[in-house]
């Protein structure tokens, strides 16, 4: 990167039509980024992206330029490569000075790679997908050739705008082939992130053209939860879509309210009914609003409004990709109607079932002894149909503590909790040893030899002196044997209680804990 003694010879019109705000900030991030480079700190990384997004709707034309100047030598290949892709401005435009330059250091690996995701953020932004599409073939083929753990980082953001940019102009299937090679890169590499990011763009595109066959060989929680809810597995699909859920990052509230989406739709598929925390968390009531007069209607068990809310929010469930799933929901409407039906009538006939239910058909009533028999046959309901009369009898509702349902409710919290708690120890992260002093080698001599010579006079008793010491006084005198350190009144009797002796606390008083800070 160029020196602050360089960059003053750059014109000054280069920064009067920036916001110096956001220049500096940029520039700050720079240095932040040589810095994680230099001391191989992935944090610091971290936190430069993060500042980043949160500069990403300040960017400019006039910021780009300039922060690009800045950021890599004028002339070289990358700079004038990412110059191309900024649109020229009248009031942003640069005299460049034509002279020779003097001999200029190479900017780093990662400053290289964050200008291009500086570059294509800007261009995506601004809804120059063409332009995106070249910038980001342009940082794929640089990544390639560059295998640096903390080009790591920046390169699993590139990988995902660089999918979003064939995304937006319609081409995603021309990338599939990338995405699998940067994959095996990533692997051959030990590029955990960039692994992790590859799987969900392939994810992502197989399931775009709905390749589920190809889709299922890759399997990752969010995705893995699609996948196994169409496959009917519902139960897996439910475990990994709350898992995605919970990792998710807070800031990502556009992917937390998809898991949540399709969280809700399996959980209603597998008989259960969301709380209404789920529909009222900050931020996403008013996504989670069709789903929530969905969840209403399929508690209820009313088919007609059923219905009534999946014509009114049709394209919000086509745009989700989950109008199939509704269409499956009928099913479970109906077991819930037939299931209140039970449990508030001992006795009713099939025809005011059918009348409950708003089955429309032409023969409600056989429709209705159809769907009662099918629902005792699953264990939904308890009881039997009278066929000669035309009655649906239900039997009395035993008590559900003296069967094995409370056990069963109990050990799936007792095990989601035990989960958490492993999950969050094996994400703990501790500081490295490094930063800490370690005891030199002299010094660790010293003080082993010290210890000797201290042993050795308490063994003896040949050190007047040092038998003078009123807490060696009073080992000697409680019989005290032993290498004990002592720093505290505590710790001092405990070294008399380990060996069998146990003196009166005031026996101790009596010292400070100067005195006390031996070894004996």
Known sequence: MMQDAEMKELPASVYSSTSPSTLQHLKEIVSLIEAGAYAREVRRIFRAIRLTMALRRRLKASVIFSFLNFALPPGSDVHTKLLSFIPKEDDCEMEIDSAAPAAVKLPLPEIEIFCYLIVLIFLIDQKKYDEAVACASASIARLKNLNRRTVDVLASRLYSYYSL??????????????????????????????????LNLLLFN??????YDQAEKLRYLFYLGKIRTIQLEYTDAKESLLQAARKAPTAARGFRVQCNKWAIIVRLLLGEIPERTVFTQKGMEIAL??????????????LERFKTVAEKFSCTFSSDRT?????????????????????SYSRISLADVAKKLRLNSENPIADAENIVTKAIRDGAIDATVDHANGWMVSKETGDIYSTNEPQIALNSRIAFCLNMHNDAV?????PSNSQKEKESAEKRRERRQQEKELAKNIAEGDDDDFLTDPIVTLAVEFHLVGDFVVDTYGSLWFAFVQCGRSPAVSTFKNYSVEDLTINI
């Open 206 to 211: 197989y399931l775009h053209y709905n390749l």
């Open 289 to 302: 609003r069709p789903y929530f007069e969905l969840t209403n209607a399929v508690r209820i068990g009313d």
């Open 323 to 343: 109008n199939n799933l509704i269409v499956r929901l009928r099913h479970n409407v109906i077991r819930t109607g037939i299931h209140n039906i039970s449990l």
């Open 165 to 198: 940019s064939y995304q937006l102009t319609g081409n995603l299937a021309e990338i599939r082939g990338n995405l699998l090679a940067l994959h095996r890169i990533a692997t051959l590499r030990h590029d955990e992130l960039g692994q992790e990011t590859l």
């Open 426 to 430: 094996r994400a703990l992260r501790f």
